[in-house]
């Protein structure tokens, strides 16, 4: 079993940075590959970016997002990272961090096992 909390999120201007936290629990959190998900007001849930378990080895990030996100995680900390740059108003969406056993990261929601309760980024323009 691991829980999931997200922090770091909050109001910011376009152009500006933020980074997003996700603190787990339990002892296996380096068996996990993690991502974050964000969804917008009236949207579907979209993948952001995945991060490998063995020490994020392995990264993988949406187009939109490549070149200003960064995924990253510390597995002596139980903390996986998502890095936002050069935020823009379309990247306004709660932003949801989860665990998947997957061998390598990947976009596909339903391989993610553990879920968090999401933090809020808005971005003004």
């Known amino acids: 079993q691991v829980q999931l909390v997200e922090s770091g999120g909050g109001l910011v201007q376009a152009g500006g940075s933020l980074r997003l936290s996700c603190a787990a629990s339990?002892?296996?959190?380096?068996?996990?590959?993690m991502g974050w998900f964000r969804q917008a007001p009236g949207k579907e849930r979209e993948f952001v970016g995945a991060?490998?378990?063995?020490?994020?080895?392995?990264?993988y990030h949406t187009d939109s997002v490549k070149g200003r996100f960064t995924i990253s995680r510390d597995n002596a900390k139980n903390t996986v990272w998502l890095q936002m740059l050069s935020l823009k108003p379309e990247d306004t969406a709660v932003y949801y961090c989860?665990?998947?056993?997957?061998?390598?990261?990947?976009?596909?929601?339903?391989?993610?096992?553990?879920w968090g309760q999401g933090t809020q980024v808005t971005v003004s323009s």
């Open positions: 339990g002892r296996t959190f380096s068996r996990y590959a």
């Open positions: 989860a665990a998947s056993l997957a061998v390598i990261p990947t976009d596909r929601a339903a391989a993610y096992v553990y």
């Open positions: 991060i490998s378990w063995n020490g994020g080895s392995s990264t």
